[in-house]
C-alpha cells in the first residue's frame, strides 16, 4: 500500500476488489460460503498484515470478498483476531462484500482511481455495526 503519498494515507481508504462475485442467498458457515469458493484465498488478510495496515495509516479498508480476513481462523482460541486487532488497536474501519465492479470499470476508463467516498451507516442506537450504504463520487 505504498501508492498513497504519507499526508493522504490518513484520509483513505483502500478498496481492495478481489473480483469476486457472491450471492446472499448463498449458505454460509462459519468458515464462510460453502458453494465454489475456496476458503483459504478467498479473504485477503491475515495477522501478519497489522503491521502493514498500522504503518499505512489508512482510514478504513473495503473489500468484495465475504470477509476480511481468512477464513478458518488463524488461531483455535480467536473468533476473527485480526478484527480483534485492527478495530479497536489500530482503529481501521473494515467494510466487506461491497459490490466494487461498476467503481473499478469507471476508474479503468478514465484513470482516474480518486474520489469522495461515503459508507453512512444505518442510524442504530447502541450498535457497534450496521451494513452501510457505500456511495463513490468522482
Known amino acids: 500500500m505504498n501508492f498513497l503519498t504519507p499526508g493522504k494515507r490518513r484520509e483513505a481508504a483502500a478498496l481492495i476488489r478481489r473480483g469476486v462475485s457472491f450471492s446472499l442467498s448463498q449458505s454460509f458457515d462459519a468458515n464462510g460460503p ?27 479498508i473495503a473489500t468484495d470478498t465475504w470477509g476480511f480476513e481468512v477464513r478458518p481462523n488463524e488461531f483455535d482460541d480467536a473468533f476473527q483476531p485480526l478484527h480483534q486487532v485492527s478495530i479497536p488497536h489500530i482503529g481501521l474501519f473494515i467494510a466487506e462484500m461491497w459490490d466494487l465492479d461498476a467503481l473499478a470499470l469507471d476508474c479503468a476508463s478514465d484513470g482516474v482511481y480518486e474520489f469522495w467516498l461515503t459508507a453512512a451507516p444505518l442510524p442504530i442506537t447502541g450498535a457497534v455495526g450496521s451494513p452501510v450504504n457505500p456511495i463513490a463520487v468522482k
Open 34 to 60: 460453502q458453494k465454489g469458493w475456496r476458503r483459504r484465498t478467498n479473504p485477503v488478510h491475515t495477522m501478519l498484515d497489522t503491521g502493514t495496515l498500522h504503518h499505512t495509516e489508512i482510514a478504513a
